[in-house]
């Protein structure tokens, strides 16, 4: 299994990125993808993730209401569209996916991906 991310960069606070995560190497069916981030010095932390059938969950309270996770199915990918970035959002942004539905708990999840960075200026 081989999970790929994009979309990551430089964007100034108030500003948009949409991460894009795709997954190869067998059919995700059943499987609950997602994403986690890690800011330097700090742990990893839980952001969202969506089962097959479009439900979702929202990690951090922080990223409510700017942070919407889907997928497509048909493609294999994973979506994070992050609005109204803002200075502590900037982070390493890892997709993960599992075998089973959808968790906050890192130890859960069974692939990871390489991660990209995301820098919010101020």
């Known amino acids: 299994v081989q999970l790929v991310e994009s979309g990551g960069g430089l964007v100034q606070a108030g500003g948009s990125l949409r991460l894009s995560c795709v997954a190869s190497?067998?059919?995700?069916?059943?499987?609950?993808m997602g994403w986690f981030r890690q800011a330097p010095g700090k742990e990893r932390e839980f952001v969202g993730a969506i089962s097959w059938n479009g439900g979702s969950t929202s990690g951090t309270d922080s990223v409510k209401g700017r942070f919407t996770i889907s997928r497509d199915n048909a493609k294999n990918t994973v979506y994070q569209q992050m609005n109204s970035l803002k200075p502590e959002d900037t982070a390493v942004y890892f997709c993960?996916?599992?075998?089973?539905?959808?968790?906050?708990?890192?130890?859960?999840?069974?692939?990871w991906g390489q991660g990209t960075q995301v820098t919010v200026s101020s």
């Open positions: 993960v996916v599992r075998t089973g539905p959808r968790s906050a708990k890192r130890e859960d999840y069974d692939y």
């Open positions: 190497g067998r059919t995700f069916r059943n499987d609950a």
